[in-house]
């Protein structure tokens, strides 16, 4: 395993639940008095959908945004709150955005471990979050989300018993217990195509399962939901052009008629020669079973990493197109 895992991702996995805190407390001193409109959070791959997946846990007061591109979106206004959210701070089109924010005087704060924009931060006066640097985007989700939790919380938009649940995390958590499974599902896994299907409200969860055997396992890897998946997707199962194996995340506690679509469209792949596992979310306050979801997809990637032997940390393919832009 070491000499595959030379950058440790594993303790990396097994260390995630202590994010938790550093990340609250990197944020607390930011304080927020102005009311806002909306809030527009900037970012990429893992430095974005920290937000999706607390805009999955709670619905905020006003609307938030998620821009993943050069130029802020079109509901940017004077009453919108910015936040740019780069691990590295050399994310070139987060960057850009914050550099249109300070051009127009939007009010502006950043989320990073370092890099250009800590120096264009530091240069223009906005507020700035610092977090641990050293790891990969992906694998700083921890620090990232409860960053923003408590931005939010000191602008009055979370209640104070949502960051309790936050702080709790680390012992909630176990990423151990999840490391057998992820084992035996990444056996499973080697040599085909990871498709996961997840219900509606679990989306940004498949998503992230997603970029994690990307960029950890690095293999192509599709995500749907219920039911839209069941309104055009599951056509192309008629015509299967490949070796896939369905990972299909389900909540029992979800609606009946949903649970039937999940059992009908198991039953419809494997009658098409393909694979499928049904991954029942354990149990558990929403918050914990987001978050323990998203490990057991880690230790799944990571494992699977192995099984190819490749080093899960590297992302050469990524690095080696920046370099060229």
Not at 175 to 188: N, Q, T, V
Not at 204 to 215: A, D, L, P, R, T
């Amino acid at each position: 395993m070491g000499t595959i895992d030379k950058s440790e991702m594993r303790k990396v996995i097994l260390d995630f639940p202590k994010q938790f805190r550093v990340g609250f407390e990197s944020a607390k001193n930011i304080k927020i008095k102005e009311r806002f409109e909306n809030i527009v959070v900037s970012g990429m791959g893992g430095s974005a959908w920290p937000t999706d997946i607390l805009t999955t846990w709670l619905t905020l007061p006003i609307p938030v945004y998620v821009n993943r591109t050069y130029n802020l979106p079109t509901q940017t206004t004077k009453k919108t709150l910015s936040i740019f959210s780069s691990y590295s701070g050399n994310t070139e089109e987060t960057v850009s955005s914050y550099k249109e924010a300070i051009k127009k005087k939007i009010p502006s704060i950043a989320i990073t471990s370092g890099g250009k924009l800590k120096e264009l931060c530091e240069k223009n006066k906005s507020p700035l979050i610092l977090i641990p640097s050293n790891l990969q985007p992906r694998m700083a989700t921890g620090y990232l989300f409860s960053s923003l939790v408590s931005i939010f919380f000191n602008a009055g938009l979370i209640d104070k018993k949502y960051v309790k649940e936050v702080l709790e995390l680390d012992k909630k958590l176990k990423p151990k217990k999840l490391e057998d499974r992820g084992k035996e599902i990444a056996k499973k896994l080697f040599k085909k195509i990871p498709i996961i299907y997840t219900p509606d409200k679990f989306k940004s969860i498949g998503y992230v399962w997603k970029i994690s055997f990307n960029e950890n396992s690095k293999v192509p890897a599709f995500t749907h939901y219920f039911s839209e998946l069941n309104h055009n997707e599951m056509n192309g199962w008629q015509n299967p052009l490949g070796k896939f194996f369905v990972l299909i995340l389900r909540d029992l506690e979800d609606h009946p008629k949903m649970l039937k679509r999940i059992k009908l469209t198991a039953e419809l792949i494997k009658s098409k020669k393909q694979e499928v596992e049904i991954i029942d979310i354990q149990k558990g306050d929403f918050l914990s079973r987001i978050f323990n979801t998203i490990l057991l997809g880690e230790q799944i990637s990571y494992y699977l990493a192995l099984e190819y032997k490749v080093n899960p940390t590297k992302v050469k393919i990524v690095e080696e197109f920046k370099k060229k832009l």
